[in-house]
């Protein structure tokens, strides 16, 4: 099914450790987004990709690095986890014009716990 | 993007009719209203969009105010699977730091 990817779908990470999450989209949208959501919480956004070969911070950037390595894969690296990154990522994708698609399409997320 | 207030929770009855309302009464004149729903904790859904005029489609109707401050998502037939997180956002071209507040949480009740 057309839509975006994201591995894993749960990590449990020991403080300090190191991990990438990966995103993958095949709508040949142009841009690319990483949100967090804390329990109860709206989405914060983290990163974002305007097109392929441009990253920019969004909200919440610190302690996390971004990768758009090609028009399809966004990735989301955490260099050293700390237990206030324990959250649910989602990645997200969209066409630059708006009004005449649907906006965002979401991955299913990736359940992260940092202990 | 504009910033949408938005009501934290509410209750509807199966059956009737859920209006969930967003006030957006920063939104600049090439701002879409988009609204969409998180069920549990899945990926938000996209639902519906529109610029000036209603818009229906075949999950729910929007109104927007022809000052373009506020907004209304209609679920006609509200069932116990509409039970979700409703967020309106305002977004543009170009607009990509968009903000999800925390929404209005729509409990359907039989």
């Known amino acids: 099914n057309a839509g975006v990817t994201q591995t894993p779908k749960f990590q449990v990470l020991k403080t300090g450790q190191s991990m990438t999450l990966q995103c993958a989209q095949d709508?040949?949208?142009?841009?690319m987004y990483w949100y967090r959501q804390d329990p109860g919480m709206g989405l914060r956004l983290i990163y974002y990709s305007a097109s392929e070969g441009t990253t920019d911070k969004g909200e919440v950037p610190n302690g996390y690095n971004v990768s758009r390595l090609n028009k399809r894969e966004f990735s989301l690296r955490l260099e050293s986890a700390a237990p206030s990154q324990t959250s649910v990522y989602f990645c997200a994708s969209s066409e630059l014009q708006s009004g005449a698609n649907y906006g965002y399409t979401f991955g299913s997320g990736t359940r992260l716990t940092v202990v | 993007d504009a910033k949408t207030t938005q009501p934290p929770s509410m209750d509807c009855a199966e059956g009737r009719a859920a209006n969930l309302p967003c006030n957006h009464s920063t939104i600049s004149g090439n701002e879409y209203v988009y609204w969409y729903r998180q069920i549990h904790s899945q990926g938000p859904q996209y639902i519906i969009h529109g610029l000036k005029n209603n818009e229906t489609n075949e999950m729910a109707s929007l109104i927007i105010t022809e000052d373009r401050k506020s907004s209304t998502l209609i679920l006609p037939h509200a069932t116990l699977r509409d039970t979700a997180v409703y967020y309106c956002?305002?977004?543009?071209?170009?607009?990509?730091?968009?903000?999800f507040g925390a929404g209005t949480r729509l409990f359907v009740k039989a």
């Open positions: 956002i305002g977004y543009y071209t170009g607009g990509f730091k968009t903000i």
């Open positions: 709508m040949n949208h142009n841009s």
